[in-house]
């Protein structure tokens, strides 16, 4: 019966016309219509022009360019099922549109291409599919619109749904398959360029990434799985990826091949291509993709037959890892031609030409990654043998060393001897100007105590000669009234009385007694006070670790460098509650006054450029130690002078003012109390010393 039908429409229904009759059916037959350029064709033009040319074959490659091609397909569907899928083989075309012409009436009209949103595909698949109706028994003729700059490869197939899925199924298993080969080389190449730190590795991983990629791109997998909506990428990606793909492969090649080293003149030839790849680049960013597709894909052969060179010219050289990576590219070569001339339809396209680049691919870098094996290998070997030769020399060697020891030793005994009497005269020394910083010490601080009670000294003995006088006046008075007493007292007597007083202005004299008395007192409350502060600060009768009170000790020194500070030094005290610190209080208190007398000196040179110089002493309390920052205003140190202050005989003072021993002993007392110093200090921002003392020694320290 199927039969009887087939041969009746075979008498009517024109030749051209194709039957499905299976649920896969490939379209060998069609007819092509090429759009001149600047005129855009509608629908009825195309229906009704007689320009269209037949061809017989299952697929044709219309070249990388910019025209719109029409394709017009006679079906006549004889199966048993109606629901057919329009299946486009390249993924790669940009925009298609389907028209379902029956009696010359469009029926349908579809639209698809990479450049369509992923979700607006009726299976979401990379694969370009459009979902048709073909009545069973009726003349259908399907009108394809193709617009794409890059590639123009149409293989077309009317398939069942079964089918489809089948297809789409196989397609993902072998790129799933494609994809697990380079992730497994990723990772394992990955972790060898960490344990070993040999950036060929991690070259070698780029050039993994890169390629699957590219290779994604050219399969449409790119467009599925990372950018569904981005135009952008869909249309460059396949240049972009294969560009950069062939970028880090010519720079792997120069790195594991060592061209410049074997080939100097070859390796040199990978620089003009670097700059073909940049051109084609810049063109798929800017200008146009379909010129750099054109040039890529001359590039690319011309890039296969170099990397060949190269690497047998490297291997004539006798470099032995050339051998794995020669027959990688081999493999790698192969695909590429083949790829290379189906696309520009020197041959023809088929499922060879459509997977040999994947295929070629996975297995260029599965060999790659056994060349860089082979490659340990050989350089493992290489460094045993240098090994066992640098032991042999080791060996012939040892005798020459034995012998000479013997005069070494002789030699180092007398230089010992030398050494040992250099350094005791050094220590000699540096005990020397160590006694002398504490006698310059010691000479500020009998000048300061000499100075502060001379002040209240003079001011006692300055008091004494008027005291004496009011005094005297003062028994005239009392004279007069007792010899007045002895006789009665008269108006006159009295009168003479109340005029004396006047006369010796009573009330001012006895004022005046009392201030001079006061001043007295306070003179000699000055002094007590400065001995006190004296006796603090040096602690003589304190030779062993005891808690003390910082505050007391800072004080002291203030009172004591008081003769030495400008007027126009502030000093200003920001004293926390801080508890008793076992110490040396004598060597604490040298280490306070080291400090503030260089802070002193650092402000008084510099008192014209300082609007306000003060110095500030600020203490912290912490859990297990305290904080004492000493900070000036002062001009600062620049970072050369900073890394050296604590430097024995480093100083900045001119010579004669310091030996620049002081800060260098004021670090040893503070080491030696478990502590630290820190200086922060910036040119032009001022000096701050931080000093971090334990509030609690261990082992007591004694000088």
């Not at 027959?327 to 590429?336: N, P």
């Not at 340990?376 to 060996?395: M, R, T």
């Not at 007792?482 to 008269?490: A, K, P």
Request: with cysteine.
């Amino acid at each position: 019966m199927l039969f009887f039908i087939h041969f009746i429409f075979s008498l009517i229904i024109s030749t051209d016309s194709l039957y499905i009759n299976s649920s896969e059916f490939s379209i060998n037959k069609y007819h092509y219509l090429i759009e001149a350029e600047g005129v855009q064709l509608s629908i009825e033009d195309v229906m009704s022009s007689k320009d269209f040319i037949t061809l017989e074959n299952k697929n044709v490659n219309f070249g990388i360019n910019k025209d719109v091609v029409w394709l017009k397909y006679d079906l006549i569907n004889v199966s048993e099922n109606d629901n057919k899928f329009f299946f486009i083989k390249n993924p790669s075309l940009d925009s298609l549109n389907l028209y379902v012409v029956k009696d010359g009436i469009v029926t349908q009209t579809l639209s698809g291409g990479r450049l369509y949103s992923f979700d607006s595909k009726i299976i979401p698949s990379k694969s370009i599919i459009f979902d048709l109706k073909l009545p069973r028994n009726e003349i259908i003729t399907l009108f394809l619109r193709v617009k794409s700059i890059n590639k123009t490869i149409i293989t077309a197939s009317v398939n069942d749904p079964s089918v489809m899925e089948s297809f789409i199924n196989r397609e993902n298993i072998i790129f799933g398959i494609f994809t697990g080969t380079i992730v497994g080389l990723f990772f394992y190449n990955l972790f060898l360029f960490f344990s070993v730190r040999d950036k060929i590795y991690l070259i070698y991983v780029i050039h993994t990434v890169l390629v699957w990629l590219a290779q994604s791109s050219i399969l449409g997998y790119t467009n599925e799985l990372l950018w569904p909506d981005s135009v952008w990428l869909k249309l460059r990606a396949g240049v972009i990826f294969s560009s950069l793909v062939s970028v880090v492969g010519l720079w792997f090649l120069r790195e594991f091949l060592s061209t410049r080293k074997f080939v100097p003149k070859l390796d040199k030839g990978a620089y003009f291509i670097f700059v073909v790849y940049s051109f084609i680049l810049i063109n798929a960013f800017f200008i146009s993709i379909t010129l750099s597709y054109q040039v890529l894909l001359v590039t690319q052969s011309i890039v296969v037959l170099y990397v060949l060179i190269v690497a047998v010219s490297v291997l004539k050289k006798g470099y032995r890892p050339a051998r794995y990576y020669l027959l990688a590219w081999s493999v790698f070569m192969i695909g590429i031609f083949l790829f290379v001339f189906s696309e520009m339809g020197i041959i023809p396209t088929n499922n060879l030409t459509a997977y040999i680049m994947p295929f070629g691919s996975a297995l260029e870098v599965v060999l790659l990654s056994f060349a860089l094996a082979d490659k340990i290998n050989i350089l493992k070997k290489e460094k045993e043998d240098e090994q066992a030769e640098k032991l042999q020399i080791l060996n012939q060697n040892e005798q020459l060393i034995r012998e000479q020891n013997n005069m070494l030793e002789q030699k180092v005994r007398i230089r010992t001897d030398e050494l040992e009497h250099a350094l005791r005269t050094l220590q000699n020394t540096q005990s020397q100007l160590v006694n002398q910083e504490k006698m310059a010490s010691l000479g500020q601080l009998t000048a300061g105590i000499a100075h502060e009670i001379n002040n209240p000294i003079n001011f006692v003995s300055s008091n004494i000669t008027p005291l004496k006088r009011d005094i005297k006046d003062i028994m005239e008075i009392v004279e007069f009234y007792r010899s007045s007493g002895q006789r009665e007292f008269t108006e006159n007597t009295k009168k003479e009385a109340k005029q004396l007083e006047e006369d010796l202005e009573l009330d001012y004299v006895l004022e005046e007694v009392e201030q001079l008395l006061k001043g007295m007192d306070d003179g000699a409350k000055r002094t007590v006070e400065i001995v006190k502060g004296l006796r603090i600060f040096s602690r003589v009768d304190e030779q062993d670790v005891k808690k003390v009170d910082l505050h007391d000790g800072i004080n002291s020194i203030i009172i004591l460098l008081n003769s030495t500070i400008p007027s126009k030094i502030r000093i200003v005290r920001e004293f926390g509650e801080l508890p008793l610190v076992e110490c040396l209080a004598g060597k604490i208190n040298q280490v306070f006054m080291n400090i503030l007398n260089n802070a002193v000196h650092a402000l008084s040179d510099n008192l014209d450029n300082i609007s306000d110089p003060k110095i500030t002493v600020r203490t912290k309390p912490f859990a297990d130690h305290v904080i004492v920052e000493i900070e000036d205003n002062g001009p600062g140190m620049p970072e050369k002078v900073k890394q050296r202050i604590f430097e024995p005989f480093f100083t900045t003072k001119a010579v004669g003012k310091g030996t620049g021993l002081g800060l260098s002993i004021v670090y040893s007392i503070i080491e030696n109390h478990k502590g630290t110093l820190e200086v922060v200090t910036e040119e032009g921002q001022g000096t701050t010393f931080i000093i971090s003392l334990p509030i609690y020694q261990n082992v007591p320290k004694n000088e």
